[in-house]
Each structure stands twice: as structure tokens, then as C-alpha cells.
């Protein structure tokens, strides 16, 4: 009995699926890891931003420490681990904080290559 055009196309889907199912992965690896690229990014600017606040304020004396402390205040110990703040300047203040992007996950493997926040303030007067 000869089959109907529906039956000989039965598996031909999960077949398709599974062929595409590679690239599929593939390629959501690769968005997840540009979200992660850009997340990292967004905590270097917001890191320096909250050290130059901080450090404006600051008593010269205390600055350097006022910097350093609110430039890792809000990260997570998976950015932190990695994480240099450095802060610097009189009267225009600035910090920089370099931060390492993960691979895949947070706190696990970086990728070599740093990402970099860059904030400056005037210094608030007496």
C-alpha cells in the first residue's frame, strides 16, 4: 500500500532540528557572551563613576582609600576578583577601573582582554 505524502515526511522536522541544533548553540553562546561583554562595561563605567564621587568628597588625605573602597563597592566578587580601581588627580579628579570580562559564566575563566571605565569630577569645595 503506497504511503501518503504525510507519512514520508514523518521525522523529516527532527531530523532538520537536530542538523540546525549546532548552530542554534552556537550561537547563543555567542549572544550570551556579548551580553556579558557589554554588562562588564556598564560596571567599569559605573564603578568609576561611584570612585569619583566618592573621592570628590573625600578629604584629600583619604581620597585614594574613599576612591579604591566605592570603586569595588558594587561590584560582585566575580567582576571584583580582577577589578583595579586607580584614582588620581587635584582639583579634577579621576578614577579608572579595569575590569576583566568572563567567559560564559562569572567567575570562572576571563577573556584576556580588559575593559576599561573612565570617570572625572571637580574636586567639591569647603
Not at 532540528?17 to 548553540?25: A, E, H, S, Y
Not at 553562546?29 to 563613576?49: K, P, R
Request: aromatic share 6%; charged share 15%.
Amino acid at each position: 500500500m503506497p504511503r501518503s505524502a504525510r507519512q514520508r515526511d514523518d521525522g523529516q522536522v527532527t531530523i532538520e532540528f537536530l542538523g540546525m541544533m549546532p548552530t542554534i548553540i552556537v550561537t547563543l553562546i555567542a549572544l550570551w557572551q556579548a551580553v556579558l561583554v557589554g554588562y562588564t562595561f556598564i560596571l567599569a563605567g559605573n564603578a568609576a563613576d561611584e570612585a569619583v564621587r566618592k573621592a570628590t568628597a573625600a578629604e584629600p588625605g583619604a581620597r585614594l582609600a574613599a576612591c579604591e573602597t566605592a570603586g569595588l563597592k558594587h561590584l560582585s566578587e566575580a567582576w571584583r576578583s580582577g577589578a583595579e580601581v586607580t584614582c588620581g588627580g587635584s582639583g579634577y579628579v579621576t578614577a579608572d577601573v579595569t575590569l576583566q570580562v568572563p567567559i560564559l559564566f562569572p567567575g570562572t575563566l576571563s577573556v584576556p582582554i580588559p575593559v576599561h571605565g573612565h570617570a572625572g569630577a571637580v574636586e567639591e569645595a569647603d
